[in-house]
């Protein structure tokens, strides 16, 4: 994925100047706050990093069709692991990409979620351990990752031999902890319900969104079911989720507050969710969270208006295509179920039936 950079030119009368840099003394410890202290869930970060890179690897060779597979861990196989049907790695890329921070080779486009140097190594955040195989057409190689005497990391190549028989790709399996079983199946649970349906196979069962209404750049999900009142507030004092390269990130809703956005109601909405583009908005290093500058600001307001249109334009073909009056009031409450009556009162706001408005209450 492209970063979001500015450059600014600044002059200055100073007459000497020091470049910044890392002494050689301090390098264990600046990695060690890149692999561990940058996530605040460091399990969930392993699922995001790998199985996005997994993705990432598919899109270069070509298998934008092909799902990667995310094996979890049970007691006989206490492996969280991630297989992806790339080109596999050679020795040189896997020394390059797994030992080196900040190296990328997908910064030059945003077909990629990668861009960033550090997700490979996400596994150091849990643990001191994982294992990368790599498979190309000619060889399986086994590397082992770890972290050493040193605290900077060392790769070493474990296994090599002809591979004959499986596809190219990568694995990279990560020791889980048998306490955090559960946890690590919980939020695998949470973050793939996001991705489209057959993106990725798995040993367990993954749930995807309850999708009531959906467009390539906006999806309504079914809410919960609460009583009526509790909905309606529920409906306008949430946040909605923008999707991004498979990963979901919540809007600081909070932080959009002029009346004058046209879809400021659905930005306070649970169940919205917007597709935005690959390096469409900014993120933050560990992505967790996405970063508010004005271009993400904009964006999500640009997303928002349009999904209100959208939605509009929908709701008022329903209202007009409909044989009676009656039937076209009913079909004015499209949304109510899903995004709650003070939402949908506004998207039907305009909605006339041959010229006639609206009944209210049926």
């Known amino acids: 994925m492209k970063l979001s950079n500015s450059t600014q030119s600044l002059e200055t009368s100073i007459s000497s100047a020091a470049d910044f840099g890392i002494e050689e003394e301090d390098l264990s410890h600046i990695m060690g706050i890149l692999r561990s202290q940058i996530y605040s869930d460091k399990l969930l970060a392993v699922i995001r990093e790998y199985s996005t890179n997994a993705v990432d690897a598919n899109i270069e060779a070509g298998n934008t069709d092909k799902p990667i597979h995310v094996e979890l861990p049970t007691r006989t196989q206490p492996q969280l692991s991630f297989r992806d049907y790339g080109n596999g790695l050679t020795d040189e890329e896997v020394t390059e990409l797994y030992v080196k921070y900040g190296a990328s080779t997908k910064r030059s486009s945003n077909d990629y979620t990668g861009c960033l140097g550090i997700g490979c190594k996400a596994a150091f955040a849990y643990g001191d351990a994982f294992q990368i195989t790599s498979y190309t057409l000619a060889e399986k190689t086994t590397w082992l990752a770890r972290i050493d005497e040193s605290k900077r990391g060392t ?8 591979n004959h028989t499986e596809p190219t790709g990568v694995e990279v399996s990560v ?23 057959g993106a990725l196979s798995s040993n367990i069962d993954i749930p995807h969104l309850n999708v009531l209404h959906e467009s390539d750049d906006w999806c309504v999900s079914k809410h919960k079911n609460l009583n009526a009142y509790n909905y309606n507030r529920y409906a306008s ?18 932080e959009f507050k002029d009346n004058n956005i046209h879809g400021l109601q659905l930005i306070n909405s649970n169940e919205v969710i ?36 959208d939605l509009t334009k929908i709701l008022e073909d329903e209202v007009a295509s409909s044989s009676t009056r009656i039937q076209a009031s009913n079909k004015a409450m499209l949304y109510e179920d899903s995004l709650g009556t003070q939402i949908n009162s506004n998207i039907a706001s305009r909605a006339q039936w041959k010229g006639q408005t609206l009944i209210k209450h049926i």
């Open 274 to 309: 917007f597709y935005a583009s690959l390096g469409s908005l900014d993120i933050a290093a560990n992505r967790e969270a996405l970063e508010l500058t004005d271009r993400t600001r904009n964006g999500i307001v640009a997303m928002a208006n349009n999904m209100m249109l």
């Open 237 to 254: 004092e949430g946040n909605a989720t923008v999707v991004m390269g498979n990963i979901a990130y919540p809007v600081p809703a909070s």
């Open 175 to 197: 020791t889980i902890r048998a306490q955090d079983f559960e946890d690590c199946a919980t939020k695998a649970r949470k973050f793939f319900k996001y991705w489209k349906p």
């Open 155 to 162: 790769i070493s190549l474990l296994n090599r031999e002809p």
